[in-house]
């Protein structure tokens, strides 16, 4: 396999040169096991270790290398190296980490294109198809929509939810497919370029492991058997993984998530509802808070119609999400500052008592 199947480009290239790295010392994370990593070389697959002095100077899991990262290596032998150091990423696929408010979790990196996928009945949701865009507008990924399990319904009721997805959700692309019939299959493999980078995101169940197979034309994904469905929550995928195409297409299979909590990255929400953002800027005073006001642009357009209620709703949420998590992320840096004092200090009062 060679670098440029895995996604190498020019700007890599570009970046390898003024840093001094040679291409022998370049390899990309394909799988994460607890700080432990499976990276992708010219030369073959290796399994990778941080070095001590990566994880110590981490301030956060922003530094630690996720799927997709490419990585400078110190190669050992034909099947072990270290990572040191990670190389500045294009794009950043995160969510808040679940359970802890202000931090974050990386679910991929270096991506290009999210497959965005819901299945047909319970799990179809726009309010979460608009978090997942806004996690992918974040770091300028552009989204995909798919619709799968298409053969478990009729041609009416996809034209139905298709037409629901697009009233909400202009811009955005949305391909319906099933793994079972095969349609839309190839749309997809026709849509895939050379090089790009395309992670799979959705719910546990829609059929993720599934496509990843489909479009590799092998069982390399594990997919839940019926016998296992009924065993509710269960994920069958654990970790995720970073593999090839044969027409040169990079794929990253995750696991299930229930939650796509904010982040505070900029634009993220504003991005995925742009028109509401856009209409906000009509309104009459500068200041106003579209709940009252004479002239207020949202209210008239929530009237005529032009807005849907529910994703005004669902824009004012993931804002109040965005704003909890930048506080939260304020709130522990303050302490840590005040940590850090108290430590001098401590460490101060030691040293005078010494010399005492
Ligand atoms: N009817 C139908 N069943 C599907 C389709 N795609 C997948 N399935 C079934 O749905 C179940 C879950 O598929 P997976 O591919 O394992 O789902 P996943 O999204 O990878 O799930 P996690 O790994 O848990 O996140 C399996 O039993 C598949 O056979 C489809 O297009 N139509
Ligand atoms: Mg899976
Ligand atoms: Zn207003």
Redesign the pocket.
């Known amino acids: 396999m060679n670098l440029e199947d895995i996604g190498f480009n020019s700007k890599i290239q570009a970046y390898l040169r003024e840093e001094r790295i040679e291409r022998e010392e370049l390899g990309r994370v394909i799988i994460e096991h607890k700080e432990r990593y499976i990276v992708q070389t010219e030369e073959g697959a290796l399994n990778a270790e941080i070095t001590g002095n990566l994880r110590f100077s981490a301030e956060s899991r922003l530094d630690f290398p996720a799927v997709g990262d490419w990585v400078k290596l110190a190669v050992f032998d034909h099947n072990s190296a270290v990572i040191l150091g990670i190389l500045p990423r294009t794009s950043i696929l995160e969510r808040q980490a679940v359970g802890r408010t202000g931090d974050r979790q990386i679910i991929a990196t270096n991506v290009d294109f999210a497959f965005i996928?819901q299945a047909v009945g319970h799990d179809f949701n726009l309010n979460r198809l608009e978090r997942y865009l806004s996690i992918c507008y974040a770091s300028k990924i552009e989204p995909i929509i798919l619709l799968?399990?298409?053969?478990?319904i009729s041609e009416e009721e996809r034209k139905e939810q298709v037409s629901k997805i697009k009233n909400r959700l202009q811009d955005v692309p949305v391909i319906g497919?099933?793994?079972?019939s095969m349609e839309g299959i190839k749309k997809i493999q026709e849509t895939i370029e050379k090089g790009k980078t395309y992670c799979i995101l959705?719910?546990?169940?829609?059929?993720?492991?599934?496509?990843s197979n489909n479009l590799l034309q092998q069982e390399q994904?594990k997919?839940?058997?019926?016998s296992?469905?009924t065993n509710k929550g269960?994920?069958?995928?654990s970790h995720r993984e970073l593999f090839v195409l044969e027409n040169g297409g990079v794929i990253i299979?995750t696991?299930?998530m229930r939650e796509i909590g904010m982040t505070d990255r900029n634009q993220s929400v504003e991005l995925t509802f742009e028109h509401i953002v856009e209409l906000a800027q009509e309104c009459k005073f500068n200041n106003c808070s579209h709940i009252s006001e004479k002239g207020c642009a949202i209210l008239e357009a929530l009237d005529n119609g032009e807005i849907e209620e529910a994703a005004y709703e669902n824009f004012q949420k993931l804002k109040r999400e965005q704003s909890r998590f930048e506080s939260s992320v304020r709130e522990k840096r303050e302490k840590d500052k005040k940590l850090g004092k108290l430590y001098k200090r401590i460490q101060e009062d030691k040293r005078k008592r010494k010399f005492q």
């Open positions: 996928m799968s399990k298409i053969d478990l497919i099933s793994n079972e959705g719910s546990s169940g829609v059929g993720k492991s599934s496509l994904m997919v839940s058997s019926i296992d469905q269960r994920h069958t995928t299979d696991p299930g």
